[in-house]
């Protein structure tokens, strides 16, 4: 921190500080993961799974065949999900289990100046500027898919004049600009039209992926841990918000009353944009490797996934 000085002979006040934090966090995380086995489409010792392919209808009843020792033929199995399975970490801990100790690393820098400036002794002058920058990095649960980024510089400029005409009348007129951003990062950002359709082959988002931002999609696995390139809040996001405002007031002290008069204007304007699924979201339930009638008890989550078929799919626009 600067201390304030005062010039006496200019009747000037000015006075800068500065603050620094660094900061760094981390936290136990424990996820489900498929096992070696099930990676491989083994699901032996797990709910039967059901080949969606052998739907049939017999008798007004719909069936499906139980894959031969609950295996998926590796000539089944997704190359799709073969792809994404780089990014799924395998065990580290008993029952199926991922424990990691992702790292958040946050900093903070604030600067603020300041002047008081007395012009005469009917008219004093103020004026402060502050910036404020603040960054995190953020690691996920899966080093397979790195960090994330976040940044918000700002700033703050105000100045004011006051006035005094005579005993009874003080007028002040007072403008301030204030601007923040928010930016934040996806994992892979602009990787994904390479990685998504060049890659991994999956098809449906040429000519409407922005490849600036273009991550990895988003995968729902029930009873697993799913994972995403949006950082699941829908990473990349830009937040930008101005204001600018200007007061203008009078008081005037009339004998036992006090009068005040003004008015107040500003302008503000905010932009927000964030990615949401714009990569896609795939959800994995079980359902297309269950039993169609009696289902309870079988069907694997991680089963539809391996095979390629997901139970719903949705994207949005950024």
Do not use: C
């Amino acid at each position: 921190m600067i201390p304030g000085m005062y010039d006496g002979r200019n009747k000037t006040f000015s006075f800068a500080s500065y603050e620094g934090h660094r900061r760094q966090q981390g936290i136990v995380d424990v996820s489900n993961v498929p096992s070696a086995a099930q990676r491989q489409g083994n699901f032996s010792g797990l709910a039967p799974i059901f080949d969606p392919l052998t739907t049939a209808t017999v008798g007004g009843v719909a069936t499906r065949t139980q894959f031969a020792n609950n295996q998926i033929p590796a000539n089944r199995i997704s190359p799709q999900a073969q792809f994404f399975l780089q990014y799924i970490p395998l065990p580290n801990a008993p029952n199926n289990q991922y424990v990691s100790n992702p790292i958040t690393s946050f900093n903070a820098d604030q600067m603020t100046l300041r002047l008081d400036q007395e012009i005469s002794p009917q008219h004093r002058f103020f004026a402060r500027y502050s910036k404020h920058a603040n960054e995190e990095t953020r690691q996920d649960r899966w080093e397979t898919l790195g960090s994330t980024r976040l940044q918000g510089p700002a700033f703050n400029v105000a100045m004011s004049l006051t006035s005094n005409f005579g005993s009874s009348l003080v007028h002040e007129l007072r403008f301030s600009r204030m601007y923040g951003e928010y930016r934040s990062t996806a994992y892979f950002q602009g990787q994904g039209v390479n990685l998504v359709q060049q890659q991994a082959g999956v098809r449906g988002l040429e000519g409407i992926q922005d490849p600036n931002i273009a991550s990895i999609p988003a995968f729902s696995i029930s009873g697993y841990q799913g994972f995403s390139g949006n950082a699941g809040d829908g990473r990349p996001k830009w937040q930008d918000r101005g204001e600018y405002e200007l007061i203008d007031s009078l008081t005037w002290i009339k004998g036992r009353h006090i009068m005040k008069f003004g008015g107040r204007m500003y302008h503000r304007n905010i932009l927000f944009t964030d990615a949401r699924s714009h990569n896609g979201s795939f959800n994995y339930t079980g359902v297309m490797t269950q039993r169609p009638v009696t289902s309870a008890g079988t069907g694997v989550s991680f089963a539809d996934f391996m095979l390629g078929y997901p139970a719903s799919v949705t994207r949005s626009n950024p």
